[in-house]
């Protein structure tokens, strides 16, 4: 056998090249191994054809060994279910190690063209399982392997493959030559003899069940375990649709698609009168897999219905993450939205007192933000905050984004070029539910979970936008600050408020509100923007923030309209939801599954939920004043404040640019209310005016000095000083003031009997002066500090031929000032503008030697 084999191998290179021609003999054995790749499915792969789709297909290669699965069209998302056997692959080595170091498995991805070249998807590569002897109890399992074409992502592969070692070859002699020798005129080449001898009876897997004559399904065991699952699909509306071959979208219907099973909406008549579907609720049966890895994607794709028969798909989405819409649906009723149920809601009329035009709730913003200095006696008086949230409401983790009743789901259209993204066409406004069913069809069905849904006819509104401030706005002049002001754009309205803007400012107070009406959802996209106003060019946008009203609208958390904490009739806090919280409470219990609350007489307790709760649990301790509304409605309101839903609030929006995307242009701290006409007027808006400052005059009268340093000398050789006493207000050194001249004082003593008169603007709850002045003399608008009041005094010695001499100085915080004593240990401060006047004797001080001494 083998000897023989060896000995005419020798043979025969000695007849070829000479007896003496060194050779080297390497004998490698050869074994046969079995190859099955398991290709189960696809997803999220590029659409390269023009209807945003493609018709993909595998083409899998092992060694030198390759075959392909079949066509799938018309689909971003494939299930081959497939499995490709290689038989009889002769791999040299030894197994162990084949075993360490397996060859790859090659996945390329192509998208079957009728007319060219097919197009190439990308590429994935898998390690097959190795099994070195067949009865080994190792069964592969399904992965997905990232596709990439280069160095981008383009979709994911489900599938694994295994590699079992059938037969060895006996006898395999390669020969290679090392040194090789050349004739004159001749040319010798290789010539390789093999001879295989092998062995029968591999034990082999059971060949998986055909779908089609030579097509392989995947087998039980590999292929995942499902199980008949339940997909409720809310399609409550489309948005924003554009174009589609130049002509609009006008009547569309909307296709889901998951785990080979398909459903179909009815058709929207007229997308632009009415965008919402007609029957919200779409209902399949599907098998999917137990577990979460395996789990289809969920398509969603919208067809518009054209004449002529013509059906194109105008936008889709894929939807890869299905975990967060299962649910139990024997859970309760956690999905219905409270607001929109006001057919059983009465209303009434609120009894109104303004506490008058000048205040503004900013003293309410500023008490809740820590800033007690600007907000006077609001919290002695125990009136309520607010909650300020330093993010949108959106991401405020409690409230789910909003988006629990309907989510929104981007739709993309067209051929994904290598360099840009597919773009969006739309949107589709809509959720879903997913549970598993019953394997005995004979056991009742699981509840439905989308019941009881709100009218999907549109809503006309009233939105009221407020915006309190702005922070760190990017600069956008040549001296580092802004110019801002605000433009509101909902659908067709625009306001665009120039004329109140704030000059030189990175951190402008605007304390504007803007009341539109609206009609949802067509005009859903409330968009804020900032500019800064220039005078001579053309004004330049800061930044932008785009809110969903629909979401808040719908959203069972109350985002529509913050919950105070305090139900107050008049005064700084009126109540301004349309509904008493007496009748949000019944809304929220009824959708909850609760009875209904019952009241006591006296309306001081409540049960609700199976709890009883009193209004001395939530009002103990607390300052009650005369602008509380009725018990029932005060208690009602606590216990609203206990069920998760949206408090009055302030959120702080980040503003965004075009062209920079990534970076923030500022914040903007704000809150919007939304209130549906159908319910009645609103209550009255708040008033966030930034507050004026009050016109104030200091009047201070110079009496006398005493005790003055006397810097001159006189003819005589006496000490003496001519005396004058000068004052301002610091920041308003143009209104500097000075007494008359008192000549040849030998003892420090001057009598003047002078009066100042200084005026000035003063913010009594900020307790802070405004200075307004431009800052260089080219400059078009003033700039506004806040300083605090005080007034400096100086003492000076009047020279005629050289400059005045400075003898002394007197700084008074004005609401911090010393009252004259006659010895320090009684000296005391009091603010100036409590005691409105005061009289005395000031010391005054110079700087000597670094140190400050008694000038008088």
């Known amino acids: 056998g083998d000897e023989k084999c060896v000995e005419k191998q020798k043979h025969t290179a000695t007849t070829v090249f000479g007896a003496n021609t060194p050779i080297v003999s390497c004998n490698f054995d050869i074994y046969i191994y079995h190859l099955r790749c398991y290709i189960y499915q696809a997803r999220n792969l590029m659409a390269l054809d023009k209807d945003s789709f493609s018709d993909p297909y595998a083409h899998v290669s092992f060694l030198h060994r390759s075959k392909t699965t079949e066509i799938i069209h018309s689909t971003l998302n494939p299930t081959w279910d497939q499995t490709i056997i290689f038989d009889e692959i002769e791999i040299y080595g030894e197994p162990q190690t084949v075993l360490q170091n397996p060859p790859k498995v090659i996945i390329e991805l192509f998208d079957n063209d009728q007319v060219g070249k097919d197009e190439f998807l990308g590429r994935s590569i898998c390690s097959p399982l190795v099994k070195l002897n067949s009865e080994m109890d190792i069964t592969p399992k399904l992965l997905w392997h990232p596709v990439m074409n280069g160095d981008k992502a383009c979709g994911d592969v489900l599938v694994t493959a295994e590699l079992i070692l059938r037969d060895k070859v006996h006898c395999c002699v390669l020969t290679h030559i090392l040194f090789s020798v050349f004739n004159n005129n001749s040319r010798y080449s290789l010539t390789e003899h093999s001879m295989f001898v092998s062995q029968d009876g591999s034990n082999l897997p059971i060949l998986p069940s055909q779908r089609a004559p030579h097509l392989y399904m995947v087998p039980q065991g590999i292929r995942p375990v499902v199980q008949l699952t339940a997909i409720e699909i809310l399609a409550w509306g489309l948005r924003n649709m554009k174009n589609y071959q130049m002509a609009s979208i006008t009547s569309p219907s ?464 006496e000490d003496m000083s001519d005396i004058y006493v000068k004052g301002w207000i610091p920041g308003k050194e143009e209104n500097k003031q000075k007494t008359d001249v008192h000549y040849r004082s030998l003892d420090g003593e001057g009598n003047f009997n002078w009066r100042f008169v200084f005026p000035f603007d003063y913010l009594p709850a900020e307790q802070l002066c405004i200075l307004a002045k431009k800052e260089h003399f080219w400059s078009i608008d003033q700039t506004e500090f806040r300083v605090p009041p005080r007034l400096i005094i100086q003492i000076w010695d009047n020279d005629k031929f050289s400059l005045d001499d400075y003898l002394g100085f007197l700084e008074l915080d004005l609401h911090h000032t010393i009252i004259p004593a006659k010895s320090s240990e009684k000296s005391k401060t009091a603010s100036l503008f409590e005691q409105k006047s005061m009289k005395g004797w000031w010391p005054c001080y110079t700087d000597k030697d670094g140190t400050r001494v008694l000038a008088v």
Not at 429 to 454: C, H, N, T, V, W
Not at 648 to 668: W, Y
Not at 689 to 717: H, M, Q
Request: glycine fraction near 8%; aromatic fraction near 10%; hydrophobic fraction near 30%.
């Open 254 to 717: 909307l296709v889901v698609e998951c785990g080979g099973e398909r459903v179909e909406s009815v058709v929207i008549k007229n997308l632009k009168k009415t965008p919402n579907f007609p029957s919200s609720v779409l209902f399949m049966k599907v098998f999917l897999p137990k577990e979460e890895l395996y789990m289809p994607p969920l398509v969603i794709k919208v067809i518009d219905h054209r004449q002529f028969g013509r059906k194109p798909v105008v936008g889709q989405c894929t939807i890869d993450q299905l975990d967060r819409f299962r649910c139990d649906p024997y859970a309760g009723k956690e999905d219905i939205v409270p607001q929109l149920k006001g057919k059983i809601i009465f209303l009434y009329k609120l009894e109104i007192n303004f506490i008058g035009k000048d205040f503004s709730i900013l003293i309410k913003f500023y008490a809740s933000s820590g800033e007690h200095g600007k907000c006077g006696q609001y919290i002695q008086k125990g009136y309520s905050k607010l909650k300020i949230y330093d993010c949108e409401l959106e991401d405020v983790a409690d409230f789910e984004g909003l988006t629990d009743f309907s989510e929104t789901f981007k739709l993309y259209r067209g051929k994904s070029d290598e360099n840009e993204d597919p773009s969006v066409v739309g949107e589709f406004k809509g959720s879903f539910r997913i549970y598993p069913l019953p394997d005995d069809p004979s056991m009742p069905a699981p509840p439905r979970q989308f019941r009881e849904l709100p009218d999907s006819v549109p809503q006309e509104c009233t939105v009221r936008i407020y915006i309190v401030q702005g922070l760190e706005l990017q600069p956008q002049d040549n001296n580092g600050l802004c110019d801002p002001y605000i433009k509101i754009t909902l659908g067709k309205k625009v306001i665009e408020d120039r004329d109140h803007y704030i000059p030189n400012t990175l951190n402008p107070v605007f304390g504007r509100m803007y009341e539109l009406s609206c009609y949802l959802p067509q005009e859903k996209d409330l968009k804020i923007s900032v500019y800064d106003y220039d005078t001579f060019t053309r004004d330049e946008k800061v930044g932008e923030t785009i809110i969903d009203l629909e979401n808040r609208f719908l959203s069972r958390f109350g985002s529509h309209c913050g919950i105070p904490e305090q139900y107050c009739t008049s005064g700084v806090n009126t109540w301004r939801d349309q509904l008493r919280p007496t009748q949000l409470l019944q809304n929220v219990a009824r959708f909850k599954g609760f009875p209904q609350p019952i009241l006591s007489e006296d309306g001081s307790r409540i049960r609700y939920g199976g709890q009883e709760y009193s209004l001395d649990e939530f009002e103990v301790n607390k300052i009650l004043h005369q602008h509380l509304g009725a018990p029932e409605e005060r208690l009602a309101l606590h216990i609203l404040r206990t069920q998760g839903l949206v408090p009055e609030h302030v959120e702080t929006r980040t503003l965004h640019s075009t062209f920079q995307p990534n970076i923030s242009q500022g914040k903007l701290q704000m809150w919007v209310d939304v209130f549906p006409k159908s319910l009645g007027p609103p209550g009255p808006p708040f008033n966030i005016t930034p507050r004026k400052a009050k016109k104030y005059y200091l009047r201070v009268i110079i009496w006398n000095t005493k005790d003055v340093i006397l810097d001159e000398k006189s003819i005589t050789g």
